[in-house]
């Protein structure tokens, strides 16, 4: 997944990256930091109030409700930063962006807001040790977070592109340029522009003429009061 995500980012394409945003969610003082400290506690943070990534890990792994409790916290919180992010970038003109979201399906929250869905799949020895090397995970832990996660032949049948990265890079590389060229030729990307306009001319409408008819409101009072003044 990271790599294919990169390979897009080499292609110019915005990729908005989940963990990212969960990292930035719980930096000190913000609000799924301090909910996350009163549920948890401090044994899950740093002396220096950064969050324990590990220690968290461990009790959220081997528990399927402090894990639902910990998504209720941050997922709403990580869902508003890339929304922010996809509009930040429309807002630049790029034509289709990417959402790196590992629990897609899992959460279930962001399915209907997704246009296309990418699946990565590998075989299942090469993914956990690919985990155990990318995050320096133990091969308990990976399997752990393997086992939290939806079969991936059930994603794949849900996505409408599926890359397969056992293989080399350039096998990989060759069905990423396959894909942007797909998506490049899409127009789709206009029809939700024509949408946010409308939508924001319709806001701006909406303020206008309720400012018109504070004034003339405001105008009609002014001149009662003049009318009664001796």
Not at 35 to 50: L, S, T
Not at 75 to 90: L, N, Q, R, S, T
């Amino acid at each position: 997944k990271s790599t294919v995500s990169n390979m897009l980012r080499e292609l110019g394409i915005p990729v908005i990256d989940a963990d990212a945003m969960a990292r930035r969610i719980v930096e000190p003082g913000r609000k799924a930091w301090k909910e996350i400290r009163a549920e948890f506690g401090q044994c899950v943070f740093h002396d220096n109030g950064e969050l324990n990534r590990a220690a968290l890990r461990t009790i959220i792994f081997e528990d399927e409700e402090q894990r639902q409790k910990l998504n209720r916290i941050t997922h709403p919180e990580i869902y508003k930063e890339m929304i922010w992010e996809a509009v930040k970038c429309a807002a630049a003109g790029h034509q289709y962006i990417v959402m790196d979201l590992p629990l897609l399906f899992e959460a279930g929250v962001m399915v209907a807001y997704m246009h296309k869905i990418i699946v990565v799949t590998c075989e299942e020895d090469l993914q956990l040790q690919r985990l155990m090397e990318q995050r320096h995970l133990s091969e308990r832990d990976s399997k752990l977070m393997i086992g939290a996660q939806m079969n991936m032949d059930k994603k794949a049948a849900m996505a409408q592109f599926v890359i397969e990265n056992s293989g080399s890079l350039n096998d990989t590389h060759e069905q990423v340029c396959r894909i942007h060229t797909n998506l490049s030729k899409s127009l789709f990307h206009w029809k939700v522009r024509i949408l946010l306009s409308a939508a924001i001319g319709g806001f701006f409408g909406v303020v206008y003429l309720l400012s018109k008819k504070v004034m003339e409101l405001g105008g009609s009072v002014t001149s009662r009061q003049h009318k009664w003044i001796p």
